[in-house]
């Protein structure tokens, strides 16, 4: 029997258009949610400073005006002596004491010889418009230093041989051991900036990529020796070297302000909306379900009572008192949940009052209270089973409200910030700068997300009530 219950129910639901459209989104949804790390290889919160803030969809390339745009490139110069990485050349008391890893030393027992330059050479091709920034990371480690003076410098060589000094350390007689390097270009000191005949606020990248070519980067290493001594020496290790160009396009739907995949975080805030509608809608219809159907069962007190504390919280202003309730609580995905719960259940719980206190007068459950049935045995194996229908439909419609309010809750930054939502994209969108960019690609698809997800919900939703609800189905 529940077989062809079954049948009957689908052979019902297939005969309408509207739930179909419902059911054909939310799988969609579905298919969103569970294959998003297969649909992409980033994740939403943690990867950042993919390319450049606020890029480009990669696909804007086909526009003429887009093409030349840089994707984001980069690349390790491993610490060996070869083609592929670091070209060597040598001056004064330098020499190369090791090729894998790069070590240099200097060794000087004559005055006049006491100085000696060393510089590593990488060349690299670069086929794109100018980009906003690059960024080079690199270590290097004195591990012997006596009575000499070093300095380490960091150019940049284009096309036209223009070379640009980018960062030195400047003349030091003390040994830094290891020394770490984070350079990047649009945090490069006004004095650098200058020496290239830049304006404090002009681009540095911009102004060393200025054509498609060969570049090259140069550590250059000077060492001299102080003549007070006899003997001076040092050995200087050179640490492999990541260079990044920030692409000004990516992906699907581009970057957010901190270089985050815009694509990853539609696909991973479907997984979310999902899990708060669905979550919050069951918790707000069992908790209307189970007062609805005691209130209506038991009257007296116990109705009085529930009927004033549904009244109540009917009156009070939602959005306003989860703005409260949430600062309050925290901004935790499930603080959320058990609010948006907690605050959802009063109409459905007068919906199942008024259907309970139908069928309790009902020829079946007085046969019940007649064989000597209890109360609970009554609420819960013959009653219950009568209002479930209307609880399925419920839950449907209640899910694209949870769905909203979290949006408008992310919106106003009240959301879960760990969390990628909908609603947090949206709220990133606007305090960013995506509507002065006009980067629709951030706004539009969270927005058409919401949208469509809440639709297949009241699709689906009004759909079982037509099927379920008896009164609807009588008229029709």
Do not use: C
């Not at 005969?15 to 649909?39: C, D, E, Q, T, Y």
């Not at 003349?171 to 945090?187: C, T, V, Y």
């Amino acid at each position: 029997m529940p077989n062809k219950d079954l049948s009957n129910f689908w052979s019902s639901y297939k005969r309408s258009k509207m739930g179909m459209v419902g059911l054909a989104i939310l799988i969609l949804f579905l298919i969103m949610a569970i294959f998003a790390p297969i649909l992409s290889p980033y994740h939403p919160i943690d990867d950042r400073f993919l390319a450049e803030g606020i890029a480009l969809p990669a696909w804007y390339r086909i526009f003429p005006q887009y093409s030349r745009y840089p994707e984001t490139m980069s690349f390790h110069v491993m610490s060996t002596v070869n083609d592929q990485n670091w070209d060597v050349r040598l001056a004064g008391s330098f020499n190369l004491d090791n090729v894998d890893p790069i070590t240099l030393g200097f060794y000087s027992e004559n005055v006049s010889e006491a100085s000696g330059i060393a510089e590593l050479v990488h060349y690299f091709d670069y086929q794109y418009d100018s980009p906003l920034s690059f960024q080079i990371h690199t270590e290097f480690q004195f591990d012997e230093i006596a009575n000499t003076e070093y300095q380490v410098e960091l150019f940049m060589l284009n096309p036209d041989h223009e070379s640009f000094l980018i960062w030195s350390s400047g003349k030091s007689a003390r040994a830094l051991s290891p020394r770490e390097l984070n350079l990047d270009s649009k945090g490069l000191p006004f004095e650098y900036k200058s020496k290239m005949g830049l304006e404090w606020y002009q681009n540095v990248a911009e102004r060393i990529f200025t054509k498609e070519g060969k570049y090259a980067i140069i550590m250059r290493v000077q060492a001299e020796k102080d003549e007070s001594s006899s003997i001076s020496s040092f050995k200087m290790s050179i640490g492999s070297l990541l260079f990044n160009v920030p692409g000004r396009v990516h992906g699907v739907l581009g970057t957010d302000h901190l270089g985050s995949d815009l694509f990853s975080q539609l696909l991973y805030g479907a997984r979310i909306s999902l899990l708060i509608g669905v979550s919050a809608a069951l918790l707000a219809v069992s908790i209307g379900l189970f007062v609805g159907l005691l209130s209506g069962y038991q009257s007296g007190l116990t109705d009085e009572v529930s009927m004033r504390m549904v009244d109540v919280l009917l009156v009070l202003p939602g959005l306003p008192l989860l703005m409260i309730l949430s600062g309050l609580f925290g901004r935790n995905i499930w603080n959320i949940v058990f609010l948006l719960g907690i605050l959802s259940w009063p109409g459905f719980a007068r919906v199942v009052r008024a259907q309970v206190l139908q069928l309790k007068t009902a020829t079946f459950v007085e046969a019940s209270r007649a064989l000597g049935s209890s109360n609970w045995h009554i609420i819960f194996r013959h009653l219950l089973g009568n209002v479930l229908p209307l609880a399925f439909a419920t839950i449907a419609l209640y899910i694209p409200g949870a769905i909203m309010t979290e949006a408008a809750l992310s919106f106003l930054a009240l959301g879960d910030p760990n969390t990628p939502s909908w609603g947090r994209m949206l709220y990133s969108a606007n305090a960013f700068g995506a509507f002065q960019h006009f980067a629709w690609w951030w706004i539009i698809p969270p927005g058409i997300a919401i949208t469509l997800i809440s639709l297949s919900f009241v699709f689906i939703g009004t759909t079982l009530n037509e099927i379920l609800n008896p009164k609807i189905r009588a008229r029709r």
